[in-house]
T-cell receptor, first 114, second 112 residues
């Protein structure tokens, strides 16, 4: 597609439920990032995929969070047993993977845990 | 680890010049990025610096000093539409830390 696509754009879920957030990166981009942004805050790094290398999971806040990237393209971020503090905008970005190239962001998924 | 500092908020007048500073501490430095983010929207790329010096792109310029761990974003001829958050981000080539690390952002308010 023309840009990074994320779905759903908004998600309201009950505390304790599991959620899956999807990211379709720009075709051909080998690097994919997930970030989280709480209201009025900066971007918090979650996880980074680069080609076939092992993902950098160092930003995942707890073992309730996991992500996978199938076939080097689409990625899914899963949050199990959601908590209210998980409420945030989850942003996905992709890039061509080189050292100096810019990352392009999707519009994000606004997750609200009630 | 990595640490990035930016001022939280700045105010400037339409038509003026504003400089937004960013200081960082990281090992394996491999580039510094500036992004613009309007409220409720996704960040968009503004500039990239990996070598010392000034990169100019229209009304926007970005400067980097690697020895000082310092960068600034310079916005000239400010327009009302420049009101946004400006995010400084650093890339490190250390194993396990090759993603972009973002600062908390500087919220710029341009006044008439």
């Amino acid at each position: 597609g023309a840009g990074v696509s994320q779905s759903p754009s908004n998600k309201v879920t009950e505390k304790g439920k599991d959620v899956e957030l999807r990211c379709d990166p720009i075709s051909g981009h080998t690097a994919l990032y997930w970030y989280r942004q709480s209201l009025g805050q900066g971007l918090e790094f979650l996880i980074y995929f680069q080609g076939n290398s092992a993902p950098d999971k160092s930003g995942l806040p707890s073992d309730r969070f996991s992500a996978e990237r199938t076939g080097g393209s689409v990625s899914t971020l899963t949050i199990q047993r959601t908590q209210q503090e998980d409420s945030a905008v989850y942003l996905c970005a992709s890039s061509e993977g080189g050292a100096g190239v810019e990352a392009f962001f999707g519009q994000g998924t606004r997750l609200t845990v009630v | 680890g990595q640490n990035i500092d930016q001022p939280t908020e700045m105010t400037a007048t339409e038509g003026a010049i504003v400089q937004i500073n960013c200081t960082y501490q990281t090992s394996g430095f491999n580039g510094l990025f500036w992004y613009q983010q309007h409220a409720g929207e996704a960040p968009t790329f503004l500039s990239y610096n990996v070598l010392d010096g000034l990169e100019e792109k229209g009304r926007f310029s970005s400067f980097l000093s690697r020895s000082k761990g310092y960068s600034y974003l310079l916005l000239k001829e400010l327009q009302m539409k420049d009101s946004a958050s400006y995010l400084c981000a650093v890339r490190s080539m250390d194993t396990g830390r090759r993603a972009l690390t973002f600062g908390s952002g500087t919220r710029l308010q341009v006044q008439p």
